[in-house]
């Protein structure tokens, strides 16, 4: 624990103008950052006698062992530079809003040629509109499915558009009126983006004047006595009037608006969401955070408003933003809400009227929420305690293995040959920690080999974290091989393999479990734990032992190692098998060097098909765009090296087939017709 007075910097150094600065820890890592009008005036703050801060301050300024600063000319700049350094540091004393689930939202994929209507969940991606987000998924369809009726936008995925394109027919959507069906002609792509674009516009809440224009052309329709016509219209108005009904009116002045409310104790704070557009409620979220730094209602909601709108612009940030408390900085937050929007944005607080009945509404549900979380986390807790307890019980470790990793291997019959690492910290996923490793050093099928491998690389680089840190010499164990790495400059960033588990987990019995530990001793590290757990009778084995630990069936803590060993297998299968695929769908192509996706399509778009490709000569090879005599001759002998020995035959009707169809994408085959094993990249 370090003295705050033994970094302070000395008075005349600070300067008296805005800027963000950062708390950095004994090993250079940044723990926090914080912005300020007078950089002067804010840190002297801390560096005052620590009995007179707030604990969670006083935590803060003696983990710190050192600070720095970066000046900026106004304050909306260092708003900006402290969200930028917060998502770039992930520091341990800020406070970092996370989703309690991943809400799904209504997107239009407007950066496609043809438009695409669907749920997504995720990241936001540039040229997609998104409206929400929503509490469930199918709420989302249920609107949709009332809107195709009046907005028949295409909502099947890219396989499904291009199967129909290539025999011409729609899907089922297309039979019944619910898609233009754009894939067989039936609209033209600018047709259909106006579809999508009026979908779009009803979605963002301009409803009236769509619903006055389809009354005007049915009651047009009937005194043309256009009955079925009209009638349609009219079925059109009903099921959109549905579909707003889903949604009710909050806010009777058609208000477009972000309502946000805290609710909080001593320890932790819940924020709730609500996204009114049109005076509807359109959408809904909410966070839950643990009050790691000293800060009021106000402060919390600043940092909500920078992780809400720090990726936003243009309409998604809406004209008002209602809150319950303004925060210090109101004037720079309004001026960066209003530079990411491209428009004023008016940040206060309701007073009176529908907005402020809202607001209550908009507070009590994130009450609801704080309190549905400790209950929930309380349980959760109680649970995953009584779990590592009884892991260290068992094998007999000195404290519970907070931070567990958890190895495994996985290939198909050696081919393929990946490794996982899981983290599992406080009995819990840090998926963020996850990693995962190729077989580098062999070739072929030896799990226990894998798994020293694996285990050596990973420690490795533990202890190269740790020598640049200072924390660990070349001459405390481990061989000069291991200390053979380039040093580069600590930026504060959150490392890899920085920090050591107190438990290795290895999915196998006492052969996994002795290749890890060996992999431990030859690198001098002997204070983690290592074990293994057999699937065949969920035994745990230990390093040197002859008979394996039984844990109860009902034993959490069995239940916890279970968690984790089916998380390790999970992700080195799904690795593995990207792998395989990514194998299986390479073309001859793909194994000339140099030659990228770019040059690759242009000459499957040039000559049609691989087999035209391998007959034309090296000047008509260079004709493509792009290709070089150099270049023509490469992919000209790659070819030649990959040429199939005999044709192709179809097993089923015996015809030899020959290779004329134009191919869909560099490196599958064509649809309908397989190629040797050769042209298409498998090891059969």
């Not at 509490?135 to 195709?148: F, G, Q, S, Y």
């Not at 409620?281 to 920078?306: F, I, P, S, Y």
């Not at 937050?333 to 009176?352: C, D, E, F, I």
């Not at 990207?578 to 194994?591: N, Q, T, V």
Request: aromatic fraction near 6%; proline fraction near 5%.
């Amino acid at each position: 624990m370090a003295d705050p007075s033994s970094y302070r910097p000395q008075p005349g150094q600070i300067p008296d103008s805005p800027g963000v600065y950062r708390f950095r820890d004994e090993h250079r890592r940044v723990i926090y950052v914080g912005k300020a009008k007078s950089l002067r005036q804010r840190l002297a703050n801390y560096f005052q006698d620590v009995a007179g801060l707030h604990p969670r301050t006083a935590t803060m300024v003696t983990t710190a062992a050192s600070v720095e600063w970066t000046v900026v000319s106004t304050e909306v700049e260092a708003l900006q530079l402290e969200y930028s350094w917060i998502k770039e540091y992930d520091p341990r004393f800020n406070v970092k809003y996370r989703d309690d689930k991943s809400y799904p939202s209504l997107a239009v994929t407007l950066n496609e040629e043809f438009p695409r209507v669907q749920v997504m969940r995720g990241p936001k991606k540039k040229g997609v509109r998104y409206f929400g987000p929503y509490a469930h998924a199918w709420a989302i369809r249920e609107t949709v499915d009332l809107m195709l009726r009046v907005f028949p936008v295409r909502t099947c995925s890219a396989g499904v558009f291009k199967r129909s394109a290539q025999i011409g027919r729609p899907c089922l959507l297309g039979y019944i009126g619910k898609c233009s069906a754009p894939c067989v002609g039936r609209v033209s792509a600018e047709e259909h983006r106006e579809l999508a674009e009026d979908f779009c516009d009803f979605m963002a809440g301009r409803t009236g004047a769509y619903l006055s224009r389809l009354e005007r052309q049915m009651h047009d329709a009937a005194e043309e006595m256009e009955y079925e016509k009209a009638a349609r219209l009219r079925d059109d108005i009903g099921a959109l009037r549905r579909a707003m009904e889903k949604n009710a009116v909050v806010l009777a002045d058609a208000t477009d608006a972000d309502l946000i409310a805290v609710a909080e104790d001593e320890l932790e704070a819940a924020v709730q969401i609500f996204h009114v557009r049109g005076g509807r409620v359109r959408g809904q979220r909410g966070w839950v955070t643990d009050k790691v730094e000293a800060v009021d209602t106000a402060g919390l909601v600043e940092h909500a408003l920078q992780q809400l709108y720090g990726e936003e612009t243009g309409e998604t940030v809406p004209k008002e933003v209602l809150v319950p408390a303004l925060p210090e900085d109101e004037t720079a937050l309004g001026q960066w809400l209003a530079a990411r929007r491209g428009s004023q944005v008016s940040l206060r607080v309701p007073q009176r009227g529908d907005k402020k009945a809202l607001m209550e509404t908009v507070h009590r549900n994130a009450l609801q929420a704080l309190a549905l979380h400790k209950t929930k986390r309380a349980a959760d807790l109680t649970t995953r305690s009584r779990a590592l307890e009884e892991i260290a019980e068992a094998l007999d470790l000195d404290s519970a293995p907070l931070r567990i990793e958890c190895f495994d291997i996985s290939h198909l019959q050696g081919d393929d040959v990946v490794a996982s690492m899981v983290v599992f910290e406080d009995g819990l996923a840090r998926k963020s920690e996850y990693r995962r490793f190729q077989i580098k050093s062999f070739a072929g099928q030896d799990d226990v080999r894998s798994m020293h491998e694996v285990v050596s690389r990973r420690f490795r680089r533990y202890l190269q974290e740790k020598l640049k840190t200072g924390e660990w010499s070349p001459g405390d164990g481990a061989g000069e091989q291991e200390q053979e790495q380039e040093q580069t400059p600590d930026d504060g960033r959150p490392k890899r393999f920085a920090y050591p588990p107190q438990l290795v987990v290895v999915d196998g019995g006492q052969p996994q479990v002795a290749a890890a530990r060996r992999a431990l001793e030859e690198l001098g590290i002997d204070d983690v734990a290592v074990c293994g757990l057999a699937k065949r009778l969920e035994e745990v084995w230990l390093p040197g032992e002859d008979d394996p630990v039984v844990l109860p069936r009902t034993s959490e803590g069995l239940y916890l190692l279970q968690r984790v060993r089916d998380e390790a297998h999970r992700f080195a299968i799904q690795y593995q098998r990207s792998k395989r695929g990514k194998r299986l769908k390479a073309g001859p192509l793909d194994e000339v060097p140099g030659l990228g996706d770019t040059r690759k399509q242009a000459l499957i778009k040039h000559f049609g098909s691989v087999k035209r490709l391998r007959q034309a000569t090296i000047d008509q090879i260079c004709e493509v765009p792009g290709i070089g005599r150099k270049t023509a001759e490469t992919v000209a002998a790659a070819l030649a090296r990959a040429a199939p020995a005999a044709p192709a035959v179809n097993t089923a009707t015996g015809e030899i087939i020959e290779d004329e169809t134009p191919t869909p994408a560099v490196g599958v085959p064509p649809s309908g017709s397989w190629g040797t094993s050769s042209e298409r990249g498998t090891d059969q």
